[in-house]
């Protein structure tokens, strides 16, 4: 059975559990051509719009 040798310190066990606190947030902001959310560097699902250019057009079903 493996036994750990020595006790694992405080600072490098809460080092190794350090990223367990950082929350992912996508980073969105509003499309410029309609004004619906969108994440960053990404073409707006509401329009078909990226930069500026129109990339695809959007079915109206």
Known sequence: MAVP???????????R?????IKFTAAVE???NC???KE???VCMA???YRG???FEIEEV
């Open 5 to 15: 040798k020595r006790k694992t310190s405080k600072t490098r066990r809460d080092t």
């Open 53 to 55: 250019r129109q990339i």
């Open 17 to 21: 559990r350090a990223h367990d606190a």
């Open 47 to 49: 329009c078909g719009s």
């Open 30 to 32: 509003r499309c410029p």
């Open 40 to 42: 960053r560097h990404h």
């Open 35 to 37: 004004a619906e959310w």
